[in-house]
């Protein structure tokens, strides 16, 4: 788990830092932890990769705030559960339009902070089902969550993942798509197109997904589109 601390009081942050390593030594998992610690926006923003579950940010930051910060976070990392620490609760108002997580109020007591970790751990345990992946994009690296992936199309040397009328291109191969993707109900109708069978509203000679969308399906995957779109319906794949 990728933890990071937005944090400017490093007194402050250190005893995040220490509450977090105390629960996970607890349950058993404190190998499992890595942990970024930032004084500042610019650093966090600079260096930011998709790859965090967890950020914990101070909201009154000197120059950019917390909550400036996870505005521009959000348009790259839609996933990252956000946190705020913060010494005023009505700061807690602004945070549904970054959806937030949750908030810590300063100072921060272990008991309090510990039960937010076991809420966390269980928000991440199910999300876990659901998937995510990061693509590195010319804008930088981005996470997506698989569930809104409508189908994967690969263009020459790009990859673009079709999303609810969004569309998010990035570079690679179909078949390192399709390794990462496997497990997730997708399936090739034909060489170009990676499909997310849950879109599939018919399929005959063609695919129409529910996004109205028509993709065309190959005479060499034809059988095997099928077979996987049947599976699906039944339940297994």
């Keep these: 788990m990728v933890i990071g601390i937005l944090e400017d009081?490093?007194?402050?942050?250190?005893?995040?830092?220490?509450?977090?390593?105390?629960?996970?030594?607890?349950?058993?998992?404190?190998?499992?932890?890595?942990?970024?610690?930032?004084?500042?926006?610019?650093?966090?923003?600079?260096?930011?990769?998709?790859?965090y579950d967890v950020?914990?940010?101070?909201?009154q930051l000197n120059v950019m705030s917390g909550?400036?910060?996870?505005?521009l976070i959000r348009r790259?990392?839609?996933?990252?559960?956000?946190?705020?620490?913060?010494?005023?609760?009505?700061?807690?108002?602004?945070?549904?339009?970054v959806n937030a997580f949750d908030f810590i109020l300063k100072p921060v007591d272990y008991n309090g902070f510990a039960m937010k970790l076991s809420r966390i751990c269980k928000e991440l345990e199910h999300r876990s089902d659901r998937g995510s992946v990061t693509l590195k994009t010319k804008a930088g690296f981005m996470r997506l969550s698989i569930s809104r992936i409508s189908y994967v199309e690969v263009r020459g040397h790009d990859i673009i993942y079709h999303m609810d009328g969004e569309n998010i291109t990035a570079r690679g191969t179909?078949?390192?798509?399709?390794?990462?993707?496997?497990?997730?109900?997708?399936?090739?109708?034909?060489s170009c197109?990676?499909?997310?069978?849950?879109?599939?509203?018919?399929?005959?000679?063609?695919?129409?997904?529910?996004?109205?969308?028509?993709?065309?399906?190959?005479?060499?995957?034809?059988?095997?589109?099928?077979?996987?779109?049947?599976?699906?319906?039944?339940?297994?794949?």
């Design 9 to 51: 009081e490093r007194d402050v942050a250190e005893t995040i830092e220490r509450y977090i390593r105390t629960y996970f030594d607890g349950i058993g998992r404190g190998g499992d932890i890595e942990i970024r610690y930032f004084s500042n926006a610019f650093d966090l923003l600079e260096n930011y990769r998709a790859d």
């Design 55 to 59: 950020l914990f940010m101070d909201i």
């Design 67 to 71: 909550m400036e910060s996870a505005v």
């Design 76 to 97: 790259q990392d839609p996933q990252v559960l956000i946190i705020f620490v913060t010494n005023l609760a009505q700061y807690a108002v602004e945070g549904y339009q």
């Design 174 to 190: 179909m078949k390192n798509v399709a390794s990462q993707l496997e497990g997730h109900y997708f399936s090739l109708c034909n």
């Design 193 to 237: 197109y990676l499909v997310n069978l849950a879109y599939v509203k018919k399929a005959n000679k063609t695919v129409l997904l529910s996004t109205g969308e028509e993709l065309a399906i190959s005479q060499g995957k034809r059988k095997q589109f099928m077979a996987h779109l049947a599976k699906y319906l039944g339940g297994t794949i």
